[in-house]
């Protein structure tokens, strides 16, 4: 039986054979790895690209203080872009699972609909809930749309919950009890981590201090954004060396506070919507500024 | 006479878009066969599992039958001039025809006429150009596109295409795929690269490779399975619409049993039911008395389960979501659905419309309204008022959370454990209905009118907002709203009134059109589902239409009183006397005034006076009773007097004091009767 680790490798090898660029995960936090820039600006524009990576994915009002043996605060997503989708994209990734010792011979695979949505970062697609014996285990997601701008290429996204994933093969109850490595358990690793972060987001986080920090990445955020769309057309030596990415990084930095706040109950329903719309038009800007400066490096 | 079998490969399409999308195939491509003049004598049908569409035709005609045709060209003194020679416009004509220009003849009329004759051309290439259209134009309610922004849309991506005209490829092509004489199997079970050759030897080779291609098939393979493994004495709970589901997400499909603790039984049946059936799609097992067993049926879109593999996974899956359905009604009992209401101001109705907790406010007032105009009592009105109090409470629960589609329920299930008044937790658990036309509506009274004024509150925010249905679009479900109020007042048998009911609502100075869409609704409420005649409803509603549950009375009284012998001449005859007064001046302006009875002819007047004046009292009696039915017979009764007040009398005199007495007579008789009903709506024959 194949541990958790043993995998994620097996899977990352699978995707390096067919020509995906293994990253490691992003290293701001973020809700899920379509956020990361290796999806949300890579899909832009017209350059075909591959990537596969894990992305720790941070979803604070998910923690349950390492109690529930199904929710985790922080859960793992091996992320796959396939841009453009090959057209044997599903065959692919029914091999992938049969790579980990899935027998699709043996157990009931099906796609049942599932079009997935990001308002905060205007973005949608169309696609599935990858569903194995009743468990889902993946998202399967045709993009359409990424920063409110089509897109060119139509790039596949493949989300493995790699938690659930594990925890079916080694055919276990509770996240926690997946075997990590032949010596460690998930509980083993990953225990203190949920529960402090739990405690932290429901109860200690200081809901002054985290505003302040929300407004001042949006800030930063907002800062840099203008000062790109202030420079000259033809002035491309400084649009294409222009620090968009870590401007990216405040917006994201922004979607992680906004969730804090909102795990620890402190938005109030106006100001929830006001936020998420605050979020959306630092990320639809980014976008935007990003193909500029995509078409102009070439 | 040629077969056609057209097959489009895709991935996964929804299940619930897969008949509409067969609907819609079929008839674009009749429609194109149409448009060639090769749909006569052509039958066929379509099928579909998850990754195809697929249409079979027989009797087409290979080829369109020759035509001839003519060209009309200039009148010969064009064409020629005088001394016979061609001109520029006859030589024009000769060229664009393709002739000689002493070939051409002349008709009678004088021009210049061509006889062609036009071949027909063949079916293949007539298909293989329509059919990219054919597909395309498939209606679906979202599409995709996967090539690029540019390429085409549809469903889900298409990976192949077959498309055989006796056995012959009709080329084409869509996003790059061209049509071919390939299909492919089952995604593991089967193959690809399948050669086939018509739909007899496709359906074979599709059944070798685990593809069951007729919906009824699986369906039939799936109940038939399924009832083999209900052990003795039990039985699986009969549910259409997943059977329907689960024969389009499979090609295969194989049942397998499964058991999970009997502990589970202990919780909610609707929270058991809703994760087994609506999230995990599977079958029910029940006891003869139609208990639930710790037992369910999972379908597989494989060809068996020969390890118990499938079954342990599915197994695992149900008792986690159970054990999630246990810890959320645990946690949720730590707080009271009453101690919940503050934090209904956390959770926003509408951004214009404020919070749940505003709602419920309002709501609540509704509440108290109605139940004093229904005289409902204390009791009721006490059980009503803490319903719509606790009626969105659940909203902030984990349960809910999780199974949103349990909202309403749950807040019933709590408030009964949490030992509310029976009724409190009824109208709670009810007060959504109805929600879908198949719903029930609320049990008791306390319910409905907690119902009435949840959606009332709805309806008047969005109204006053300004936010009414437009066309299709009716993103707040308005309509569904305004209809379960009707359907509510009337199967309620609650005698209230629209007006009141638009005055209450909150729609302020949007009351009319309120108003107006209620009636909207109750038109279609009678016509739709009761099965009233178009014409009876616009009698009834032209008569009165502010108190549902009346109109609604009037209506079946009238249905019922229509097919007697004198009832529709006496319709005919009101029609009469309503376009009589209409040109003399309106009914109102006669019926304002009064009869003076010494003005009137003896005989047939007279007669029609005294029977109108004698019936006046009995018809209002019988309808103050409401007797609707009698009271109608009553006024049919009068059609022999009328009929010979018609034959006897002329109404529009030279004396003007007996025709305007005449005239308010008349106009007298047609308002004092048409109460009920507006009888020149009525259409005769």
């Known amino acids: 039986m194949p541990n958790y680790q043993d995998i994620i490798l097996t899977l990352k090898s699978f995707w390096a054979e067919q020509g995906a660029v293994i990253q490691e995960p992003l290293d701001v936090e973020v809700g899920a790895g379509t956020m990361c820039p290796e999806t949300f600006l890579r899909v832009l524009g017209p350059k075909p690209y591959r990537t596969a990576y894990v992305q720790p994915s941070r979803r604070p009002a998910d923690g349950r203080y390492g109690e529930n043996p199904n929710r985790l605060y922080k859960h793992m997503q091996l992320q796959v872009i396939l841009k453009p989708s090959p057209d044997d994209i599903i065959e692919l990734y029914m091999r992938s699972l049969e790579a980990i010792g899935i027998d699709l011979r043996r157990h009931d695979f ?15 697609g169309i696609g599935w809930q990858v569903m194995l014996d009743g468990l ?54 990953r225990f203190l981590d949920e529960q402090q972060y739990s405690v932290y987001n429901f109860e200690k986080a200081d809901v002054d201090a985290t505003r302040k920090a929300f407004d001042t990445h949006e800030a930063e955020s907002q800062r840099l954004v203008a000062e790109y769309g202030g420079l000259g057309e033809d002035d491309t030596a400084e649009k294409s060396r222009f620090p968009l990415l870590p401007a990216y990084d405040q917006v994201l930095k922004c979607s992680h506070l906004f969730n804090t706040l909102d795990a620890r109950g402190a938005i109030s329903v106006a100001e929830r919507a006001a936020m998420i719309q605050r979020v959306r038009k630092l990320a639809v800007s980014l976008a935007a500024a990003w193909m500029n400066q995509q078409e102009v490096i070439g | 006479m040629a077969e056609f079998l057209l097959e489009i490969g895709t991935e996964e399409i929804p299940d619930w878009m897969i008949e509409p999308a067969c609907e819609h195939l079929e008839r674009n491509f009749l429609d194109a066969l149409k448009e060639a003049n090769l749909a006569e004598g052509v039958t066929c049908i379509t099928h579909a599992t998850p990754r195809r569409l697929v249409i079979a035709a027989e009797g087409l005609t290979a080829r369109q039958v020759d035509k001839d045709q003519i060209l009309t060209g200039p009148p010969q003194k064009v064409a020629f001039d005088q001394d016979g020679k061609p001109t520029k416009a006859g030589e024009g004509f000769a060229k664009r025809a393709g002739v000689a220009l002493e ?80 299909t492919q199997g089952h995604r593991r079970l089967g193959t690809t690269g399948i050669d086939v050759t018509g739909f007899a030897d496709y359906q074979d080779q599709l059944a070798e490779n685990y593809v069951l291609l007729s919906a009824k098939t699986r369906r039939e393979r799936i109940e038939k399975l399924a009832n083999d493994l209900v052990p003795d004495g039990l039985r699986l709970r009969k549910n259409d ?62 060809d068996g389960d020969p390890d118990g593999e499938i079954r342990r ?74 319903a719509a109090e606790l009626a969105k409470c659940d909203l902030t629960t984990e349960m809910v959370g999780e199974f949103p589609e349990l909202q309403g329920v749950i807040g019933g299930l709590y408030a009964a454990h949490q030992g509310e008044p029976r009724e409190v937790a009824h109208a709670v658990y009810d007060h959504y209905l109805p929600a ?39 993103p707040f479900a308005l309509r569904r709203a305004a209809y379960g109020v009707i359907r509510i007042l009337i199967e309620g048998e609650m005698a209230l009134s629209i007006d009141r009911l638009c005055k209450i609502s909150g729609a302020s100075n949007h009351g009319g059109d309120l108003r107006e869409f209620f009636v909207d609704r109750l038109r279609y409420y009678l016509r739709e589902i009761r099965g009233h005649r178009y014409d009876e409803v616009a009698a009834v509603i032209g008569a009165s239409s502010d108190v ?72 209002s009696g019988q309808k103050e009773s409401g007797d609707y039915v009698a009271a109608l017979n009553a006024v049919a009764s009068l059609r022999p007097a009328v009929d010979r007040f018609f034959d ?28 009920i009903a507006d009888f020149a709506e009525i259409v005769s024959g």
């Open chain 2, 436 to 474: 879908g036309a198949d719903d029930e509506i609320p049990r008791d009274l306390a319910g409905r009118i907690v119902a009435i004024a949840d959606k009332l509150d709805t309806l008047g925010g969005f109204f006053a907002a300004g936010m009414m249905p437009t066309g299709s679009r009716d």
């Open chain 2, 548 to 619: 549902p549950l009346d109109v609604s009375a009037r209506t079946e009284a009238i249905s019922q009183v229509r097919p007697t012998l004198d009832f529709e001449p006496l319709a005919v005859s009101f029609k009469r006397i309503e376009n009589i007064l209409k040109k003399a001046g309106g009914v109102k302006k006669y019926a304002a005034q009064t009869v003076n009875p010494d003005l009137l002819e003896a005989g047939a007047e007279a007669d029609l006076y005294a029977a109108m004046t004698d019936l006046s009292a009995k018809v």
């Open chain 1, 110 to 124: 099906k796609l049942e609909e599932d079009n997935w949505e990001a308002p905060t970062l205007g973005a949608w």
């Open chain 2, 241 to 302: 619409k997943l059977l329907k589901t689960l024969g389009y997400l499979t090609e295969y499909p194989t049942p397998v049993l499964g058991t999970f603790e009997k502990e589970f039984l202990d919780l909610p049946e609707e929270v058991l039911e809703t994760v087994m059936l609506h999230h995990q799609r599977y079958f029910a097992i029940e006891d003869v008395a139609g208990k639930l067993q710790p037992q369910f049926i999972a379908v597989a879109n494989l």
């Open chain 2, 103 to 182: 070939s051409i003849e002349i008709g009678d009329d004088g021009r210049l006429f061509v006889k062609r004759s036009v071949k027909g051309r063949e079916a293949v290439e007539i298909l293989g150009e329509a059919l990219p259209d054919v597909i395309l134009k498939v209606h679906f309610p979202k599409t995709m596109y996967w090539t690029a922004k540019s390429g085409p849309r549809f469903i889900r991506p298409i990976r192949w295409l077959v498309a055989l005209l006796d056995g012959a490829v009709v080329p084409f092509e869509i996003a790059g795929v061209k049509s071919g004489a390939k």
């Open chain 2, 313 to 386: 996974g599915h197994e695992r899956v149900l008792r986690a979501r159970f054990n999630d359905g246990r810890f959320f009604w645990e946690v949720d009992q730590k707080q009271s659905l009453a101690d919940r209401m503050p934090d209904l101001d956390g959770v926003v109705f509408h951004a214009k419309l404020g919070t749940y907790l505003a709602k419920s406010k309002r709501t609540t007032t509704i509440v108290d309204a109605i139940a004093a105009d229904l005289s409902a009592g204390d009791e009721t009105a006490g059980h009503a008022r803490r």
């Open chain 2, 648 to 675: 006897d009398v002329l109404v529009m005199v030279e004396d003007e004091a007996v025709r305007n007495n005449r005239l308010t007579f008349l106009a007298h008789l047609l308002t004092e009767f048409s109460t």
């Open chain 1, 136 to 189: 889902e285990i993946s998202q399967f997601t045709y993009f359409q749309q990424c920063g409110g701008i089509d897109l060119e290429l139509v790039p596949a996204e493949l989300t493995y919950g790699l938690e659930r994933l594990t925890a079916f093969l080694q055919n276990v109850d509770s996240v926690y009890d997946i075997q990590w490595s032949d010596t460690s358990t998930y509980r083993d690793v």
